[in-house]
Each structure stands twice: as structure tokens, then as C-alpha cells.
């Protein structure tokens, strides 16, 4: 309560900010060179595909929605290792490695992350669902049977997209 009536007289300076910032946004792209112009519009453009991509092949969800396929039950299973929701996820010609801290709220999770699963290149590989057509953080983890748990990255092109595209070809 406290901080809401300390915070409310700096949120319209906030607002304001905000809306000189979208503005000078908007006159630096006004002013751009012609190609810088063109460059930002193709980039919007393939955003856009890519997004329409990602809505047509169902990557909009967590996984492929079938619960009793082998995505669903590893995603079941997910939570009984640790609750909390990122893991780090390496991959190798082992398979796929996944590393969890052991509770919800911690500090230092990295270094206290724990083995929490290990899925064999048999059991399941490690994909880019649009194999490096676009820059995207979505990568798929499918397995034998089909059915795919989707796993968003920190950041696109990463050493993790690298691997999939590299194993693919």
C-alpha cells in the first residue's frame, strides 16, 4: 500500500517517457536512409511469417496436446523433479539433458542445479521446427512416437539451435 501511494505521483512522468521514447522511435525510422527503411520492413514482414508459421504448425502450445503420448508424459513427469519451471537443457550425441534447481524460488539456480532427466537419442532428438529458415528461441524436442514438447531458448540462433541444425544435416 505504502508503495503504491509513493509510486503514483512518478507513474504519469513514467507514461510520459514512455510516449517520447515510442516518438523519437518513430522519427529515427521516418528519417532512416532508404535501405535501413527497406531493412526494417523486411524484417517486420518475416516477423510476421514467422508468426503465421508458428500459429499454422500448432508451436503456439507447450506440446503436441496428447497426454498419453511419450511429450505428455515426460511433461507429467516434468514437475516431479522440480517445480520450478525453466531448466537448462543440453545436448549432445548422448541425448538431451535437462537440469532443474531443486525448489520453485532459489537463488543461485544455476549452481545448484541438479540432473532432474536424460532422454536418449533414441527416446528423442532435438529439432528446429522451421530448420534455420527463421530466427526464432522455439526449438521441439520430438520423440519416437511422434509427439513434441516445444522449449523456448534465451536467445535465437543459440548454441542449442546450432546443434539441431548441425545434427539435421
Known sequence: MTGTILGAPF???????????????????????????????????????????????????????????????????????????ERLLFAGPDGIVFAAPPKRVSTGRDKRAQVVARLSPGEATLEDPFGGEFDTQILLIRFRDGSWLRVDTEEARSELHRYALRDRA
Open 11 to 85: 507513474l504519469p512522468l513514467l507514461l510520459l517517457l514512455m510516449l517520447l521514447a515510442q516518438a523519437e522511435e518513430a522519427v529515427g525510422r521516418f528519417l532512416d536512409p532508404k535501405e535501413e527503411k527497406e531493412r526494417h520492413r523486411a524484417k517486420k514482414e518475416d516477423e510476421k511469417r514467422r508468426d503465421a508459421a508458428v500459429g499454422e504448425r500448432g508451436l503456439d502450445s507447450v506440446f503436441d496436446g496428447d497426454w498419453n503420448g511419450a511429450a505428455g508424459q515426460f511433461l507429467l513427469r516434468w514437475y516431479s523433479h522440480s517445480t520450478h519451471h
